[in-house]
């Protein structure tokens, strides 16, 4: 079977050719930026570099970054894969003027979809030497090696790519389910909003299940239920419990750890190969996140 995160990995290389997703105003006050020339190649003048630096930081960053390395809510629009899709200035500006945001009334005006895309292809022109893989996981570093897909976005930079290259257009189509991973029994009843995304460490999937928010580690190759945490909290948990969006992974050589946050807003530190609390964490593996607020939860 081709691991779920791997799987996810493969789709993820849409989200990033794509690698747009912010929110864009429907006017530009300044002048037009100029068409594109000689295969894409622009430069901004003045003004239209201030334009479009202000729309950027005001309307794209919170989504693709301010260096434009890419979040969790949009991906990264700079770097090699980025150039590769994006050859063309004209393609890019044509692609934020017709589909950017999703939900726009009305297409983004055509010289503020231009400058905009000038700017975007500018700075990916100067970032597009090759990000070194990351050695040491608990770094974090903007590139994925192998299967491991340690973050919910794949990397701390959100990239949502994976090099693997088993699953393609070719054979999507030939994959079949080998296994079923169900969460019905956690939690006092069946949750009918399951959201979390699970990640990825080794040939462990590590996620959140149920409406108590449990944490499971499961065997990405066979399904098995390795282990499985929960918090007792009682009438500590919040009005609105779910399972929640998923789990983080930190690690400092062999010391690796899954870290959770619970209904009833506790940081809660496990052993990731046991499940155990770390009891060098906070107060017995978990901290209060809720002490020294200036109102009640």
């Known amino acids: 079977m081709v ?3 791997a799987a996810r990995g493969t789709a993820c290389v849409v989200l990033l050719l794509a690698g747009l997703g912010c929110s864009l105003p ?5 002048t037009a930026a100029r068409p594109a020339t000689d295969g ?8 239209d570099a201030v334009d479009a630096e202000r729309t950027y930081r005001a309307r794209c960053a ?4 301010a260096d434009r390395r890419g979040s969790e809510g949009g991906g990264p629009l700079r770097g090699t894969q980025f150039a590769a899709r994006w050859r063309e200035t ?3 500006a044509e692609f934020i003027r017709s589909a950017m945001p999703p939900d726009a009334a009305a297409p983004v005006p055509a010289p503020l979809a231009q400058a905009l895309a000038e700017l975007i292809r500018s700075a990916s022109d100067a970032s597009t030497a090759p990000t070194p893989a990351h050695g040491n996981r608990s770094q974090g570093e903007p590139s994925v090696t192998g299967a491991d897909w340690p973050f919910v976005g794949a990397n701390a930079a959100s990239q949502r790519y994976s090099p693997l290259a088993q699953i393609d257009r070719r054979n999507v189509g030939a994959l079949t389910v080998v296994w079923r991973w169900r969460s019905d029994n956690f939690g006092p009843s069946p949750e009918m909003n399951y959201r979390t995304t699970p990640i990825m460490v080794g040939r462990t999937l ?5 409406l108590r928010r449990a944490v499971v580690a499961i065997d990405a190759a066979t399904g098995e239920t390795l282990w499985t945490h929960r918090e007792d909290e009682g009438s500590r948990a919040a009005p609105r419990v779910n399972s929640g969006r998923g789990v983080a992974f930190w690690a ?3 010391d690796e750890r899954i870290l959770s946050i619970t209904p009833g807003h506790l940081l809660v530190a496990l052993d990731a190969r046991t499940g155990r609390p770390i009891e060098s964490f906070g107060e017995g593996g978990r901290v209060d996140l809720r002490r020294g607020l200036d109102r009640a939860l």
Do not use: E, K
């Open 3 to 5: 691991s779920p995160a």
């Open 26 to 30: 429907t006017s530009l006050d300044r």
């Open 40 to 47: 894409g190649a622009t430069t901004l003048d003045a003004v």
């Open 62 to 65: 919170a989504c693709h970054g």
């Open 90 to 92: 004209s393609a890019l």
């Open 206 to 210: 590590y996620a959140t299940a149920g």
């Open 252 to 254: 400092d050589g062999d």
